[in-house]
């Protein structure tokens, strides 16, 4: 199912990290949400994190921004640092074109999701 949020056309299958929702109303300790992370081109993912670096880091940790990934020769110039150190293994990404959006989190609602099954058999 694709649904248009932010100007950004988005399905399930973008999603990095599904398991670690937790619906608006519950208890949510570390404040995770939704975030969009998009290119020039469109969205890239969407990730559920407490802040923004941890979204890139997941993005990163599950092969979503390899297309911004820099060489480590490239990555530094001189003294200055071009790049972010991104995922667990620290590597160099060039984020120029990438932009990064906080999603509304909605509340679990067990008849929208049967609403929504429902339509894509109508189908």
């Avoid at 399930?12 to 290119?39: A, F, K, Q, T």
């Avoid at 469109?42 to 941890?54: L, N, R, W, Y």
């Avoid at 003294?79 to 991104?86: G, P």
Wanted: aromatic residues 8%.
């Amino acid at each position: 199912m694709k649904i248009t949020i932010k100007g950004f056309e988005v399905d399930d299958s973008m999603v990095v990290n599904p398991d670690d929702y937790i619906p608006e109303g519950n208890l949510n300790w570390h404040r995770m949400r939704p975030w969009l992370i998009h290119n020039e081109y469109g969205p890239m993912c969407i990730v559920f994190a407490h802040h923004e670096g941890d979204a890139l880091d997941q993005a990163v940790d599950s092969n979503r921004l390899d297309s911004c990934l820099n060489e480590i020769e490239h990555a530094t110039h001189g003294d200055e640092c071009e790049c972010a150190f991104l995922g667990n293994a620290s590597e160099p990404f060039d984020l120029t074109n990438i932009g990064i959006v906080e999603l509304p989190n909605p509340k679990f609602s067990f008849c929208a999701l049967l609403a929504a099954e429902q339509t894509e058999k109508d189908i």
